[in-house]
């Protein structure tokens, strides 16, 4: 695995809208209407929602900000007919799921680190949608199969997220995510991107 990172890592592929479903398997959101899709994702600080927009802008989406009722920012794509494919991978009835053989890649685990990444005393944290029952297990066997092996934090615990922990693991996930963007803390503990 560690002789074909490189190929998976964030800023080695050309951006795609198929990238945004790092943010589904986090805390992400979807809404259709008729044709057209939205992506969502709630964050709490100021540095996720200028680096989401800058992730749309780059995939051809441009993106607005939203305030919410409890304070934070909803960063959010404009209904688009592109997301369709999206959608129709991650919605199963009413709910999202994953889809069947889903892979994590570096754009994929960029956006989930931007949208809702932390280090801890611990490790890293990769938060996950608190009623996305359906993506809880299926995002631990993604993060396994891109060799970061995680430990699921229920709801009481936490989460829910997966804690990434060890030397060589935080080290390829800093290695599949890139550089932090603008505003964001590098580093080993209470920071918010890898170190």
């Known amino acids: 695995m560690t002789g074909q990172l490189s190929f998976f890592t964030a800023g080695s592929q050309p951006p795609s809208v198929a ?3 790092g943010l589904l398997v986090g805390a992400g959101q979807i809404v259709r209407i008729g044709g057209t899709a939205r992506v969502s994702v709630v ?17 051809g989406l ?5 305030p919410t009722v409890d304070g934070l920012t909803s960063v959010r794509t404009p209904f688009s007919r592109q997301l369709l494919p999206v959608v129709d991978r991650w919605v199963h009835g009413a709910m999202k799921a994953m ?4 892979l994590l890649d570096g754009p994929r685990l960029r956006l989930w680190a931007i949208a809702g990444g932390r280090a801890d005393a611990h490790g890293y944290l990769l938060r996950l949608g608190s009623s996305d029952l359906g993506v809880w297990e299926p995002a631990g066997a993604a993060l396994a199969a891109a060799g970061l092996a995680a430990t699921f934090l229920g709801p009481r ?5 997966y804690r990434i922990v060890g030397r060589r693991r935080l080290g390829r996930l800093r290695e599949y995510v890139g550089e932090p963007p603008p505003g964001a803390q590098a580093g080993p503990q209470a920071a918010d991107w890898p170190g």
């Open 62 to 66: 441009p993106g607005e900000p939203a």
């Open 43 to 59: 964050v709490d600080e100021l540095w996720r929602a200028e680096a989401l927009l800058v992730a749309y802008a780059e995939r």
């Open 99 to 102: 889809p069947p053989r889903w």
């Open 157 to 161: 615990a936490e989460g829910p997220a």
């Open 19 to 21: 990238d945004l479903e």
